[in-house]
């Protein structure tokens, strides 16, 4: 009996101690990296629409969770060498923030999942199989651009009923843009518009193709969406706004920096969206099992204070398929 008593208390001993080693050891938390060509300060609407979703669903970061960011600055050639910092990291998942942060993860690894927030034709592109079983390590969801680039120009054609040129501001180092060009490129012939495609790599060049959408006499300008652009939003609207040249912008954040118009998927949603990719991946699904998502959020704003600035009358029949108008 007595020996029963010991070996008993032994064992509870035993388990107690066990226990308590396992409530000292640290609990092992997600690691998320986060990939982007833009800057760290000021953070991005879309970023922190990413880290809103996260803490919506329950993740703190440095509590229950771990976000490791990198920022190129605009510098596309930085991409390879972040991308291959973050897979070195042991991370649970990745998130790509615009098309050339998706190109450069996908070469870095084909093991770690992959979520990109927006791209234009994921599946032109090659990044996935389909966008009901992307196959592979990545996934995410889409813009829809080819199919926006066409209302954009048909919302110009609306405000400005004769325009017959328009320029369109891109940068070929977005392999993705090219599909909304297209999108663009079939809507203008369809409404009997010449395109003047201009080029854009880099800051310094931004005046001078500005200005070359003023020589070729083009009545609007579409600005096609990318990272560049974004940064670069005030030194965009201060140049249109000394040619007085009504432009169609890529995002929202540049009609409230005082360009004129945005039509386009509702880009923090889609990123707040992007942090439910990365919850069901660290619950464990794959990737290649969740279906790329598109935009279910559509805004069209329009700053009429601009106009006005510009000298030009936006029709009340745009007015009012407006979701924000800026006074």
């Known amino acids: 009996m007595a ?73 596309v050639g930085r991409l390879p060498e972040l991308a291959a ?81 328009v320029a369109v501001l891109r940068d070929p180092t977005n392999s993705g843009s090219l599909f909304a060009l297209q999108g663009t490129e079939a809507a203008a012939n369809h409404l009997g518009i010449r395109l003047h495609i201009l080029e854009v790599r880099s800051a310094d060049e931004l005046e001078g193709a500005i200005q070359a959408a003023t020589r070729e006499r083009a009545g609007s300008l579409i600005v096609i969406p990318d990272n560049l652009f974004v940064r670069r939003k005030g030194q965009i609207v201060d140049l249109v706004m000394k040619s007085r040249l009504p432009t169609m912008f890529g995002e929202s954040e540049s009609v409230e920096a005082g360009g004129l118009m945005y039509y386009g998927a509702n880009l923090p949603d ?18 290649a099992d969740l279906p790329v998502e598109q935009p279910t959020k559509f805004e069209f704003v329009i700053n009429l204070k601009t106009a006005k600035q ?18």
């Open 85 to 165: 910092e973050l897979v070195s990291l042991n991370l649970n998942v990745l998130v790509a923030a615009n098309t050339q942060s998706l190109d450069a993860t996908r070469r870095a690894t084909k093991t770690i999942p992959i979520v990109f927030p927006l791209t234009f034709d994921p599946v032109a592109s090659g990044f996935v199989a389909s966008l009901a079983r992307p196959g592979g390590n990545l996934t995410g969801l889409t813009t829809l651009n080819q199919e926006v680039a066409g209302k954009r120009v048909e919302l110009l054609k609306e405000v400005m009923p004769r325009i017959s040129r």
């Open 3 to 75: 020996k029963t008593i010991l070996i008993w208390l032994l064992a509870t001993v035993l388990l107690a101690t066990v226990s308590i080693a396992q409530a000292q050891q640290p609990k092992k938390i997600p690691r998320i990296g986060y990939l982007t060509l833009g800057s760290s300060s000021p953070r991005s609407a879309n970023e922190e629409a990413f880290r809103d979703g996260l803490h919506q669903l329950g993740y703190i970061e440095d509590q229950n969770v771990h976000v490791e960011y990198r920022y190129a600055a605009g510098e």
């Open 310 to 327: 510009i000298g030009l009358t936006i029709p009340q029949s745009v007015l009012y398929q407006a979701d924000k108008v800026i006074k």
């Open 270 to 287: 889609l990123f707040r969206r992007a942090a439910t990719y990365v919850d069901k991946i660290l619950k464990g699904a794959k990737p």
